[in-house]
């Protein structure tokens, strides 16, 4: 078995598709009217358009992305307008612009 994609919901979905393919670096592969995937290291996230639902509550998924240069990235990220804590110990922490938690830790 393998997870094939991992959704989650945003209030704007032109805003989630800026953070996610303009200032993470990801690919979208798909695009529709209410959503897009973006190939996310090998894993495909779909974002999808659902309103006031998001984020879900404090058990909705807490993306963690692995990463080389981390004080680097965390650094291109400030630029792009990104607010990042860290890095502290090999971990950095950011959220999404509809407040999913996101983790960038340093790939080693």
Do not use: N
Request: glycine share 10%.
């Amino acid at each position: 078995m393998q997870l094939e994609i991992l959704t989650l919901t945003a209030r704007d979905l032109t805003r989630s598709r800026t953070f996610y393919a303009d200032k993470l670096g990801f690919s979208v592969v798909e695009e529709g009217d209410r959503s897009f995937v973006v190939d996310a290291g090998g894993v495909r996230l779909m974002v999808a358009a659902d309103g006031a639902k998001s984020p879900l509550d404090a058990s909705e998924p807490h993306l963690v992305f692995a990463t080389t240069a981390l004080p680097e990235r965390c650094l291109a990220l400030r630029d792009k307008g990104v607010s990042v804590e860290g890095p502290v110990r090999g971990r950095a922490e950011l959220s999404d612009p509809d407040g999913h938690p996101i983790t960038l830790k340093e790939r080693g």
